[in-house]
């Protein structure tokens, strides 16, 4: 039997992490939501909650945290944490996703959630100054990042069943 799946997204700028958010729902067979459009109430529906963004000063967007502080608490509830992220290439690494995630990750912890798992690849930046040179992480995510997101969906749907 396959687990009720949600993603709840915030996506602005270029649409990075909506990218990545199809990818795990199609494998997933997940809903995509806006964090705005959702119910606190509605998430206790579903067996596993995808939360993501893209990273604004190393952390997720204000409206997944506006959210989870809604959130009932739960017992025995699946969550994976993802984002996408315009650090340069040198800085992005396992350990910078965990670091970028850990304000989210303790947010759903108190709250009852297992984190089954968290994702991060890098997406394209033109804040700032960078628009003046066409922004950094340029055709970000890629084909590579796809690959690696519908893995690490595949891993979730297996050891969440």
Do not use: W
């Not at 067979?29 to 990273?55: C, M, R, T, V």
């Not at 969550?79 to 850990?102: L, Q, R, W």
């Not at 033109?126 to 891993?155: M, V, Y």
Request: glycine fraction near 10%; charge should be neutral.
């Amino acid at each position: 039997m396959t687990v009720k799946s949600l993603l709840v997204v915030f996506s602005y700028h270029h649409g990075n992490t909506n990218k990545i958010a199809e990818v795990f729902a199609r494998v997933l067979d997940a809903q995509i939501k806006n964090a705005q459009q959702i119910a606190p109430e509605e998430l206790l529906q579903y067996g596993l909650i995808g939360f993501g963004s893209g990273i604004y000063d190393e952390t997720h967007h204000e409206s997944l945290f506006d959210l989870v502080d809604r959130i009932p608490q739960v017992a025995g509830k699946n969550a994976f944490i993802f984002s996408t992220c315009g650090a340069p290439a040198i800085g992005m690494n396992d350990e910078y996703v965990a670091k970028i995630h850990s304000r989210l990750r303790e947010k759903l912890q108190s709250k009852g959630y297992t984190i089954a798992g968290e994702f991060g690849c890098r997406g394209l930046n033109t804040n700032s100054f960078l628009r003046l040179f066409g922004g950094i992480n340029q055709g970000r995510p890629n084909a590579e990042d796809f690959k690696r997101a519908k893995e690490f969906a595949e891993n979730l749907k297996q050891s969440v069943q």
